[in-house]
């Protein structure tokens, strides 16, 4: 069993930053593969970045590449996404997932456990 807890959200200018981190439970956290994803009422949870569970490969939606970072520290059982130059259409809640899969990270259906999710709005 994993539990995640986001944090770091709030309201920040376009072309500032903000960093969200997602803090794990239990002794496996090393274990599995963590993603960001983000959500807006009325649509469908988009993904927006995944990593392994070494840190070692990252994937990133097209709509952020370039500007959000994601990481993790696993000495801390956490996990980071630096958001630089959002932009509004970033505003969401962003929710962090853990996996044991290795593959089709950008897919929502192959995470086990989800957070409560971290409220994003970006102002122009």
């Known amino acids: 069993q994993v539990q995640l807890v986001e944090s770091g959200g709030g309201l920040v200018q376009a072309g500032g930053s903000l960093r969200l981190s997602c803090a794990a439970s239990g002794r496996t956290f090393s274990s599995y593969a963590m993603g960001w994803f983000r959500q807006v009422p009325g649509k469908e949870r988009e993904f927006v970045a995944a990593i392994s569970w070494s840190g070692g490969v990252t994937k990133y939606a097209d709509s952020v590449k370039g500007r959000f970072t994601i990481s993790r520290d696993n000495a801390k059982n956490t996990m980071y996404l630096q958001m630089n130059s959002p932009k509004p259409e970033d505003t969401a809640v962003y929710v962090c997932?853990?996996?044991?899969?290795?593959?089709?990270?950008?897919?929502?259906?192959?995470?086990?456990?989800w957070g409560q999710g971290t409220q994003v709005t970006v102002s122009s």
């Open positions: 997932a853990a996996t044991p899969r290795t593959y089709d990270l950008e897919k929502a259906i192959v995470y086990s456990y």
